[in-house]
Nanobody, 118 residues
Framework: QVQVVESGGGLVQAGESLRLSCALS????????SGWYRQAPGKERELVAT?????RITVADSVKGRFTISRDKDTIYLQMNNLKPEDTAVYYC??????????????WGQGTQVTVSS
């Protein structure tokens, strides 16, 4: 199993920055891909950014140029610049890790609230 713990959310004004951290522990050697998702009130959870093997990165168009995902050993970061009110959501860290040959486990953190005021 993989344990996932997020931190770094908060209340900021539009145009400001925040950095989210995601600490991964457990079977981190088996992680295939990890990243950030978010869910705003009344909306479905959506992908924000992921980082995979070989540091292959995917970033949603809605945050491209403003958000940056990075990794330092077993911690995943999401640097969020020029935040907008529409970025308000609960942000979740996710890790997909091999449980056995051919089967991936899906691990989620508890989420951290990001609120951007106008």
């Amino acid at each position: 199993q993989v344990q996932v713990v997020e931190s770094g959310g908060g209340l900021v004004q539009a145009g400001e920055s925040l950095r989210l951290s995601c600490a991964l522990s457990g079977r981190t050697f088996a992680i295939l891909i990890s990243g950030w998702y978010r869910q705003a009130p009344g909306k479905e959870r959506e992908l924000v950014a992921t980082i995979g093997s070989g540091d292959r990165i995917t970033v949603a168009d809605s945050v491209k140029g403003r958000f940056t995902i990075s990794r330092d050993k077993d911690t995943i970061y999401l640097q969020m610049n020029n935040l907008k009110p529409e970025d308000t959501a609960v942000y979740y860290c996710n890790a997909k890790s091999w449980v056995e040959v051919g089967r991936l486990g899906d691990y989620w953190g508890q989420g951290t609230q990001v609120t951007v005021s106008s």
